[in-house]
Nanobody, 123 residues
Framework: QVQLVESGGGLVQAGGSLRLSCVASGRSFSGYAMAWFRQAPGKGREFVAA????????SYGDSVKGRFTISKDNAKNTIYLQMNSLKPEDTAVYYC????????????????WGQGTQVTVSS
């Protein structure tokens, strides 16, 4: 059974940093794309970042480019999202997701999802 478990969310002031973690288990993720999405209250799910499990090919949403970085720890089977220079508009529930094949920015293309972790940025 595939599990994606997010952690690391919390409350931070504008300009601060947080690092989110997504521990992946239940199968080999070789060949899979791993992504972060977020959803603010009353809004749709927004693409944040993605990378391939096997190679460091990455993609970022326009609103986070230059501030967020997606990375992976092979030994821990964990995907990270380093978030710097946080803004109040980054406030959302952040979700980890996976799909077989290439990187996509459409949440409907992803098959497996974690439960989410709340990030709140105060002004």
């Amino acid at each position: 059974q595939v599990q994606l478990v997010e952690s690391g969310g919390g409350l931070v002031q504008a300009g601060g940093s947080l690092r989110l973690s997504c521990v992946a288990s239940g199968r080999s993720f070789s060949g899979y794309a791993m992504a972060w999405f977020r959803q603010a209250p009353g809004k749709g799910r927004e693409f944040v970042a993605a990378r391939m499990w096997d190679v460091s090919t990455t993609s970022y949403g326009d609103s986070v480019k230059g501030r967020f970085t997606i990375s992976k720890d092979n030994a821990k089977n964990t995907i990270y999202l380093q978030m710097n220079s946080l803004k109040p508009e980054d406030t959302a529930v952040y979700y980890c997701a996976s799909r077989w094949g290439g990187l996509r920015k459409d949440s409907a293309r992803y098959d497996d999802w974690g439960q989410g972790t709340q990030v709140t940025v105060s002004s």
